[in-house]
């Protein structure tokens, strides 16, 4: 059943409100927008240089969320603009390095006091399949979830995704950042905080022709004082049940991840610093898993422990926010990675990377970020450097 | 059956829609004016303008096969799209008179039969060899707006500018990239200056130039380095010098960017107008066209109006698309009664050049095309036409018969060229169209593309007849054309429904 069929229904149900005109709907609807400027430039002793500039954002409107139908609609767009080199490798336009404008989403939503249903073209934020904001343009996916919150203290999420569309392509498609995903994706998760202080999460995800997914994640605060408190945590990832489709060597994701994640920190009024560590067990990376970037501790801008070849990192975050100002606020970071591979196919590496951001205000930020990685093998040492300008509306 | 269940869900909700549209009609709405200090209250204050459409249309384009055709050569063509989608913009409100907007157009495939070998009608995304969605930033601009100056930058919609404008007949329209000026400081006169640099087709998703955006092409594919035809079977439409290194193997415009710069002026007083227009395609053509009309008022309830159109296309510079020289005048009379009745009378003629592009075809394909005969399939712009046409437009809520109903009746023939000795004969035509329009927010008043907020049907549907008495075996002996089969009678159906918010 071809998806498109439910489109004429995009914005039907806001209709069933006998009492309300369909002129309030739409007039009572929201605009959120943003205006986003990108430059980003990739250096490697090679001629494997890379650099670009882009112009984009995204506008969204939505109907009357407070009604329990409704709609939404939103475009994201990237444009190339200025000198470039390479420019396709930054992922920040087409594949082939053409401007980019996609619908990230447009759906239906059914909303009670404690169900949300979607059904269309989404932006997801779950481990393993989310939206990847890294770009101007995310990943989006096509259709339904369901968010149930009838439990104290409990959140059940239900997916089920039969199209993804990448972060550099304007096709939904049945290829996950993994590889082809056949019947499509189910996702069951659920999310607990009924605990004080203790939060818990675990993920299924159901892929028959390509692989399936189990995570679940523990993050409990011991709190000091009203500004510091103790962090930890835990990741575990594992998955198997390999398809048709799964490649296990594959680093964005396949049928043999078993990682297992760390974190211990301090978090201070205007200071954190964090260890975190990571071992996949498995020869599968988890890079991007069915699409996005998977949440693991052990991630930093490029930097990651959630490569293919068994790597094993460690990763020192910690950052450190100014008081506010005239100009507003800013904060820096600072982190430190290393990764060795427990496979020879592997690659060793150890990274630093920085960021500066600054907030004018709630709307208007400025974010400087570079990351150095230094190869300890054949593979060319590389500096990313990204400046991002953004405006909220 | 699914797809029966579909339609009827679709038509269900676009009835509630419908019924719900009249709702709000009657409330007053008094807004207070907002005071535009900075650039968060620009964007704050902006409008949203968005389009909710389904669009569908159908054309049943059989064939006349010739007589010494293989016996395999079909006679059916069949094209069709049915598609969900429409725009979303957003436009700052003024700071300092400054503004800043985008619109986002998108069409998806939906229901009916998008099959690949259905293409050709361009309502879906066809450069990959199917029928697609396509979503395309159309307008991104900045804007300088006060009572007497207009300068807008960027990719935006130039409805007004005659030669250049939306043409808004499949899913989305036309829009165009470049700087254009508008200045109205004296009272009755508005000047027009823009410098176009591109042109997105109607179901493109990039920005060509406006040599690209004209369609030109050599006509028969592949060109040697002297310019001749490779394949000698088919009608080469360039003509006179030109440069074949600008031309692909699938005989399609590939050299350098050109672009537009143009100029228009409009002096408008009570009872006449004048219009004058200049567009200058570098190293290409210069259209000149002209326009005016008359108005008289001979009774309380009638009103007269004649109007007149002249144009002209020259090649220019470096003339990418080889000799180019013809030109087009049209006539029109007019009269509209006082109880929502409109009746029309056209004639229209197009020089025929054999040594201009494609024999004096004018080049139109940047907007409209403003013949006055130009209807729902035949523009009236190939070489040598010579066209009347009449009309008559009823809106039956004036009349009293059907509130919010408008229709419209054509009819229009087509003489063309058509002697066996002429290298661009072309088949003689006729056309007739019915066209309805309903809207669930206005009673009357409005025609069949008046812009309306709230929901809207329009429904048309053209048949064209094409004369098949020729002796084609003679006219491809004469030519050396190798053909099969040529054009026979039609029906193009369209239908829309639209919310506009």
Not at chain 1, 30 to 53: C, M, P, R, T, W
Not at chain 2, 172 to 190: Q, V
Request: aromatic share 14%.
């Amino acid at each position: 059943m071809r998806f498109y069929y439910f489109l004429p229904l995009l914005f039907s149900p806001v209709l069933l409100m006998a009492e309300y005109g369909i002129t309030e709907v739409f007039e009572q609807g929201a605009v959120h927008g943003q205006i986003k400027l990108f430059s980003y430039n990739i250096d490697k002793a090679s001629d494997e240089d890379a650099y670009a500039n882009a112009v984009g954002g995204y506008l969204k409107y939505s109907t009357d969320t407070k009604q329990p139908f409704y709609a939404s609609v939103r475009f994201h767009t990237s444009q190339p603009v200025g000198y470039n080199k390479n420019r396709e490798d930054t992922a920040l336009f087409k594949d082939n390095g053409d401007a980019l404008t996609v619908n990230s989403e447009a759906f239906i939503g059914w909303r009670s006091t404690y169900r949300v249903l979607k059904v269309g073209n989404l932006m997801l934020n779950t481990p393993m399949m989310n939206d990847d904001t890294t770009r101007i343009v995310p990943w989006s996916y096509q259709g339904a979830a369901y968010t149930g919150e009838a439990i104290p203290d409990t959140k059940v999420q239900l997916n089920y995704i039969r199209q993804i569309r990448s972060y550099t392509s304007d096709e939904y498609t049945k290829e996950s950042a993994s590889g082809e995903i056949g019947s499509g994706i189910t996702m069951l998760g659920v999310q607990y905080d009924g605990i004080k202080n203790l939060d818990l999460q675990s993920y299924y995800y159901y892929a028959p022709d390509l692989y399936s997914t189990f995570t679940a994640q523990a993050d409990y605060k011991i709190i000091i004082d009203e500004d510091d408190m103790i962090c930890m945590g835990i990741q575990y990832f594992k998955s198997g049940n390999g398809g048709k489709y799964a490649q296990t060597e594959n680093k964005n994701g396949g049928d043999d991840i078993d990682l297992v994640a760390l974190k211990v920190g301090f978090d201070a009024e205007d200071w954190m610093v964090s260890l975190n560590y990571s071992q996949n067990f498995g020869i599968s990376g988890i890079v991007k898993g069915y699409g996005g970037l998977a949440k693991v501790f052990t991630t930093s801008m490029i930097a990651n422990g959630r490569g293919n070849y068994k790597p094993e990192t460690w990763m020192l975050k910690t950052e450190y926010e100014f008081p506010v100002g005239t100009w507003g606020q800013s904060d820096v970071a600072l982190t430190f990675t290393n990764t060795r591979v427990k496979d020879s196919r592997g690659d060793d590496f150890d990274a630093y990377y920085m960021h500066w951001k600054h907030r004018f205000n709630v709307d208007t930020s400025l974010f400087v970020r570079f990351e150095n990685m230094d190869y300890k093998g054949d593979k060319s040492d590389a500096q990313y450097l990204r400046v991002i300008a953004a405006y909220d509306f | 059956m699914k797809n029966r269940h579909y339609t009827t869900s679709a038509i269900a909700a676009l009835i509630l829609l419908g019924s719900q549209a009249f709702a709000a009609e009657n409330e007053v709405n008094i807004e207070e004016p907002v005071v535009i200090e900075t650039v968060a209250d620009a964007f704050k204050n902006g409008k949203v303008k968005g389009l909710l459409r389904y669009g569908g249309q159908h054309r049943d384009s059989n064939y006349h096969v010739l007589q010494d055709a293989p016996g395999d050569v079909s006679n059916e063509k069949v094209q069709a799209y049915s598609a969900i989608g429409g725009y979303l913009g957003y436009e700052t409100a003024p700071l300092h008179n400054f503004s800043i907007g985008a619109t986002f157009y998108t069409s998806n495939p939906f229901i009916g039969s998008n099959a690949d070998d259905r293409k050709g009608l361009g309502g879906l995304y066809e450069a990959d060899g199917g029928q697609d969605s396509y979503h395309v930033l159309g307008e991104a601009f900045l804007k300088y707006q006060n009572d007497e100056h207009r300068v807008v930058v960027g990719r935006q919609e130039m409805p007004d500018y005659r030669f250049i404008s939306l043409s808004n007949i499949r899913f989305t329209p036309f829009t165009h990239e470049g700087a254009t000026y508008e200045n109205t400081s004296i009272e009755g006169l508005k000047v027009n200056a823009a410098y176009i640099t591109g042109q997105k087709d109607r179901n493109g998703i990039e920005f060509q130039d406006m040599v690209r955006s004209a369609r030109v092409k050599t006509g028969c594919g592949a060109v040697d380095t002297s310019g001749q035809c490779i394949n000698t079977g088919s009608k080469q439409t360039i003509r006179g010098d030109y440069d074949p290194s600008n031309f692909d193997a699938s005989g399609n415009y590939a050299g350098e960017d050109k672009e537009m710069p143009m100029l228009g002026a409009i002096y408008s007083q009570d009872n006449f107008s004048v219009e004058a227009w200049n567009y200058y395609v570098n190293d290409f053509a210069n259209t000149v066209y002209l326009y005016g009309k008359y108005n008289f008022n001979p009774s309380a309830d009638w009103k007269f109006a004649l109007a007149a159109q002249y144009s002209n296309q020259q090649d220019v510079g470096d003339g990418v698309g080889g000799n180019v020289d013809t030109w087009f005048y049209g006539l029109k009379a007019e009269a509209a009664s006082s109880n929502g009745m409109l009746f029309f009378l056209n004639y229209n003629e197009v020089s025929y050049n054999e040594d201009s592009y494609d024999g004096g075809t004018m080049f139109v394909r940047w907007g409209t095309p403003q013949m006055f005969n130009s209807f729902q399939v035949q523009d009236s712009e190939l070489a040598g036409t010579k066209s009347i046409g009449a009309g008559a437009q009823f809106d039956l809520g004036v009349l009293g018969i059907l509130d919010s109903t408008v229709i419209r009746f054509r009819y229009a023939d087509y003489d063309l060229p058509d002697d066996l000795n002429m290298i661009d004969a072309r088949q003689d035509r006729a056309e007739a169209t019915f066209d309805l329009r309903y809207s669930f927010t206005k009673t009357s008043g409005f025609g069949i593309f008046t812009q309306m907020d709230g929901l809207s049907i329009q429904f048309r549907i053209a048949y064209d007849s094409f004369e098949n008495d020729y002796d084609y075996a003679a006219y491809k002996a004469i030519h050396g054309y190798d053909f099969n089969s040529v054009t026979d009678d039609f029906v193009d159906a369209r239908i829309y429904i639209d919310y506009v918010f």
